[in-house]
């Protein structure tokens, strides 16, 4: 277990944690599978162990499910009253419940406070469910538990994954995806926006050619937030004359993403504007991906967040500029600039998803391309893309 995390189950420094490891070390619940399990566990922390080993090497992935698993595991012991292997599907609706609404005030609830104190120690006052998650936060914090359940029945430890999907909440992510990318109106107008703001402040025009930069990147390339802001140049790579961008995705899994020309003369010029030594990324270059201003840093994930933020802002702002000059066409500038704020870097993968499929990308070359695991997540795009439906019923009409 890496050391840059202390798991609260592997705590013994107070009464509330060792509570929480002689619960998770009692007789396993209902669903543990008979016999022995490939993963050698005799009791849920050791199956939790055994999980989260399997991400050592990946800095924040690591963080991010250690985190889920401790939320659930205090929930667990101090709420519910079960183990790991004892939660079924109506626990863990009642979970998400709480995480929403976490109530009754408990002592893991409440204001925010920091999970370790500066010697390294385990905070007592850490309040890990603060006063409620976002919607978002929700929904990542169970697909983590999902991955976790899954890799429990995998290794034949659990018999099943309480947190099963069925098909109508398949049904509904599905129609949520279809919604959320970016039109290319809507990326050109924020491109837009951010170079009115730079003819407004010269002194801004690093921030705005970065953050126009981070923008193309993910257009162009399809990368998840975490995968921008861990890679570096020296990832960009010339095979037989063709660049490509390898990327370690999720799950540690290798691909290569084609880098057209058109990103390329992108690239370029942003390297040339930060004085890198060549317009081209040198082999193994350590330059991150998306640097800070000292050429040397990355920029980390939340950072890049409030960048694209601000340029969606910047853009929706133009809409309702717009939408004030030009009052038949207002409702769709306002919609517009509404979705703006809304915008995130997914998002931008969205959209190149779908414009892949619409250059006629063949779909397994899409699924390759995104690094996709199944080809049903990959088929979203099409349904997006092949989507004509608005122009099939527009002969429907009460003329005669």
Same mark, same amino acid.
């Given at each position: 277990?890496?050391?840059?995390?202390?798991?609260?189950?592997?705590?013994?420094?107070?009464?509330?944690?060792?509570?929480?490891?002689?619960?998770?070390?009692?007789?396993?619940?209902?669903?543990?599978?008979?016999?022995?399990?490939?993963?050698?566990?005799?009791?849920? $922390?050791?199956?939790?162990?055994?999980?989260?080993?399997?991400?050592?090497?990946?800095?924040?992935?690591?963080?991010?499910?250690?985190?889920?698993?401790?939320?659930?595991?205090?929930?667990?012991?101090?709420? %519910?009253?079960?183990?790991?292997?004892?939660?079924?599907?109506?626990?863990?609706?009642?979970?998400?419940?709480?995480?929403?609404?976490?109530?009754?005030?408990?002592?893991?609830?409440?204001?925010?406070?920091?999970?370790?104190?500066?010697?390294?120690?385990?905070? #007592?006052?850490?309040?890990?469910?603060?006063?409620?998650?976002?919607?978002?936060?929700?929904?990542?914090?169970?697909?983590?538990?999902?991955?976790?359940?899954?890799?429990?029945? %995998?290794?034949?430890?659990?018999?099943?994954?309480?947190?099963?999907?069925?098909?109508?909440?398949?049904?509904?992510?599905?129609?949520?995806?279809?919604?959320?990318?970016?039109?290319? !109106?809507?990326?050109?107008?924020?491109?837009? &926006?951010?170079?009115?703001?730079?003819?407004?402040?010269?002194?801004?025009?690093?921030?705005?050619?970065?953050?126009?930069?981070?923008?193309?990147?993910?257009?162009?390339?399809?990368?998840?937030?975490?995968?921008?802001?861990?890679?570096?140049?020296?990832?960009?790579?010339?095979?037989?004359?063709?660049?490509?961008?390898?990327?370690?995705?999720?799950?540690?899994?290798?691909?290569?993403?084609?880098?057209?020309? !058109?990103?390329?003369?992108?690239?370029?010029?942003?390297?040339?504007?930060?004085?890198?030594?060549?317009?081209?990324?040198?082999?193994?270059?350590?330059?991150?991906?998306?640097?800070?201003?000292?050429?040397?840093?990355?920029?980390?994930?939340?950072?890049?967040?409030?960048?694209?933020?601000? &340029?969606?802002?910047?853009?929706?702002?133009?809409?309702?500029?717009?939408? $004030?000059?030009?009052?038949?066409?207002?409702?769709?500038?306002?919609?517009?600039?509404?979705?703006?704020?809304?915008?995130?870097?997914?998002?931008?993968?969205?959209?190149?998803? #779908?414009?892949?499929?619409?250059?006629?990308?063949?779909?397994?070359?899409?699924?390759?391309?995104?690094?996709?695991?199944?080809?049903?997540? #990959?088929?979203?795009?099409?349904?997006?893309?092949?989507?004509?439906?608005?122009?099939?019923?527009?002969?429907?009409?009460?003329?005669?």
């Amino acid at each position: 277990m890496q050391d840059f995390i202390k798991p609260i189950f592997l705590s013994n420094e107070s009464s509330d944690f060792r509570e929480l490891n002689q619960r998770l070390s009692k007789t396993p619940g209902y669903n543990l599978k008979d016999g022995a399990n490939m993963i050698k566990a005799g009791n849920d $922390a050791e199956a939790i162990k055994s999980f989260l080993i399997g991400y050592q090497s990946s800095k924040l992935t690591y963080q991010s499910y250690l985190k889920e698993l401790e939320r659930l595991i205090l929930w667990c012991s101090h709420i %519910q009253k079960v183990t790991i292997s004892d939660l079924s599907y109506d626990d863990l609706v009642a979970y998400r419940n709480f995480l929403e609404h976490p109530t009754p005030k408990h002592i893991w609830c409440g204001n925010k406070r920091s999970k370790t104190k500066k010697n390294g120690e385990i905070n #007592t006052e850490w309040r890990a469910f603060g006063d409620g998650l976002s919607p978002s936060s929700i929904k990542k914090s169970m697909s983590i538990l999902d991955c976790f359940f899954n890799y429990l029945v %995998q290794t034949q430890y659990l018999n099943g994954n309480p947190l099963s999907v069925n098909k109508r909440r398949k049904q509904r992510g599905f129609t949520q995806s279809m919604e959320r990318w970016l039109e290319k !109106e809507e990326i050109n107008t924020t491109l837009e &926006a951010l170079d009115n703001y730079c003819e407004t402040d010269k002194t801004k025009t690093l921030h705005v050619l970065r953050a126009k930069y981070i923008i193309l990147t993910l257009f162009y390339t399809g990368l998840r937030l975490a995968e921008l802001s861990n890679h570096v140049m020296g990832n960009f790579t010339l095979i037989e004359n063709q660049w490509y961008l390898k990327v370690i995705g999720k799950g540690e899994k290798p691909r290569n993403i084609v880098v057209v020309d !058109e990103y390329l003369d992108i690239l370029s010029k942003f390297r040339v504007a930060i004085d890198c030594f060549t317009p081209l990324p040198g082999f193994e270059e350590k330059t991150p991906l998306i640097p800070a201003l000292d050429h040397s840093t990355p920029v980390q994930r939340r950072r890049i967040d409030q960048i694209l933020k601000w &340029a969606f802002e910047l853009a929706a702002l133009k809409y309702e500029r717009m939408a $004030a000059q030009d009052i038949n066409e207002s409702h769709k500038y306002l919609h517009r600039a509404s979705r703006l704020r809304k915008a995130s870097a997914h998002w931008l993968r969205h959209s190149y998803g #779908t414009y892949l499929v619409k250059s006629g990308c063949p779909i397994e070359k899409v699924k390759a391309l995104m690094g996709h695991a199944d080809i049903s997540t #990959t088929m979203i795009y099409v349904h997006i893309a092949k989507n004509d439906l608005h122009t099939s019923a527009q002969g429907l009409t009460l003329r005669e």
